[in-house]
């Protein structure tokens, strides 16, 4: 096309490149999944369906970008695409990564949604959204030390969760008398009340649950101790 007199207009975009051999994170999270999960009728802490969901959603993002990925990592309305330090997906630019990877991503959750909600079509006025960004490791160690961040966050909050809604659902207390209750305890503490209050053995629990789910550069999903293999999922990166 001839250029215009408007053309100029071309110099105001930026660009924001991110800095090469460095290692990119995308992560989405869920938008207000907090009303979205109660519209939905989520089971409470967790709902197989929509973790399955957001894990369908996640491998097909990772399949179409699996040469520029090491794996991705997901837990409750959030997902973390790990990619090669190396990559020139985008020519790694970051609004290009961050919006492509959470639409290809929502686009999926959409789609897939009536695989695992059979019986709750999504209504028009309830859709969902995710937000997306991208940041920068600028060594393996410290790409380890994100992933162990996610999951300990999972152990954390699932830990908490299972708890708290075990005492309320199962015990009949207010959320107000469970929180009071587990108020100061530590992880231990948390899975003795479980156990002598609830009789829930909290090592039976799902495995999605506990770990959160991992999905390799292959597309296999899998729920490991990350603590204890993070050498490993690494291994060649
Ligand atoms: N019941 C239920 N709720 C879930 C599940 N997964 C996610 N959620 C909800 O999603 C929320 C995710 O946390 P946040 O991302 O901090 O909250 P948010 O409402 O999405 O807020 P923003 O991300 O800031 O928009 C949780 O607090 C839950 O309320 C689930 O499996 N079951
Ligand atoms: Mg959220």
């Known amino acids: 096309m001839a250029n215009s007199k408007y053309e100029y207009v071309r110099q105001f975009e930026t660009h924001d490149v991110l800095l090469p051999d460095t290692y990119i994170v ?26 399955k969901l957001m894990n369908a959603s996640a491998k097909n993002v990772v399949l179409k970008y699996k040469s520029d990925m090491i794996l991705a990592f ?33 686009s999926n959750y959409v789609a897939l949604w009536s695989k695992f909600f059979t019986d709750r079509p999504l209504d028009l006025k309830h859709l969902p959204y995710f937000d997306s960004r991208c940041v920068l490791y600028p060594s393996l160690a410290i790409v380890k030390d994100y992933l162990s961040w996610r999951f300990v966050d999972t152990h954390i909050n699932n830990l908490y969760n299972t708890a708290f809604w075990q005492l309320v659902l199962k015990c009949g207390m207010t959320p107000q008398e469970s929180e009071n209750r587990l108020s100061g305890t530590v992880s231990s503490e948390k899975q003795e009340i479980l156990f002598s209050d609830c009789g829930i053995n909290y090592n039976n629990e799902p495995e999605m649950f506990k770990k959160g789910s991992l999905v390799t550069n292959k597309g296999s999903i899998i729920h490991v101790d990350i603590i204890k293999e993070i050498d490993q999922l690494f291994e060649g990166y």
């Not at 959030?78 to 970051?94: A, G, M, P, V």
């Open 26 to 51: 995308v992560r989405i999270d869920g938008k207000k999944f907090h009303e979205f999960s109660k519209f939905y009728d989520f089971a409470k802490p967790n709902d197989e369906r929509a973790l």
């Open 74 to 106: 997901g837990e409750s309305d959030e997902y973390s695409f790990i990619l090669r330090k190396d990559t020139k997906l985008f020519n790694r630019r970051s609004d290009k990564i961050a919006s492509l990877f959470v639409s290809l991503f929502t």
